[in-house]
């Protein structure tokens, strides 16, 4: 009976309120509550020295955030960007608190409402790769939506680089 209530409780955790975006013409959801705000492109500054999925930073404000194009961290083939093309930018949490991050997308969608009986569990890939940043699958209008855990798609050496980035 642990098990069933503890997969329940996870299932009750992901549903809400997502941001949909679109990357490589598939739909993906970020928690509403992790986003700060959504902007257009910007010039990015490079930073040397970092993973080729880290674009550089940019001046927000007067603060300097890191800047990660999704594309490139989910190892899809870059494209050039277009007036579509936009950086959410994201709270997520790690060892020193919450870091501001800006991912790159090729463009936001709309945000909806996603009840847990429409969220299903990842699949299994086999243990060779790693789903953990995928929350779950939200079945909506004959399509599937891929939901993030925002705080898992970069792991814990890339957040530090980016967190020296900043």
Do not use: W
Request: hydrophobic share 45%; with cysteine.
């Amino acid at each position: 009976m642990a098990d069933l209530s503890e997969t329940l409780k996870e299932v009750s955790r992901r549903a809400g309120k997502y941001l949909t975006f679109s990357l490589r013409g598939e739909e993906y959801g970020i928690g509403i509550l992790t986003i700060k705000e959504i902007i257009g492109m910007m010039p990015i500054t490079s930073v040397p020295r970092t993973p080729g999925f880290v674009k550089g930073v940019i001046n927000l404000r007067g603060k300097v955030i890191p800047v990660v194009d999704l594309r490139l961290k989910f190892d899809m083939e870059p494209v050039d960007y277009t007036e579509r093309t936009c950086i959410i930018v994201v709270e997520i949490e790690c060892l020193k608190g919450i870091l501001l991050i800006g991912i790159v997308v090729d463009s936001v969608s709309e945000v909806l409402n996603i009840g847990d009986e429409e969220i299903e569990a990842p699949p299994a890939f086999g243990s060779r790769l790693d789903t953990d940043y995928i929350l779950g699958m939200a079945k909506l209008e004959g399509g599937v939506k891929i939901l993030l855990d925002i705080d898992r798609v970069l792991n814990a050496e890339e957040i530090a680089g980016l967190e020296q980035a900043s």
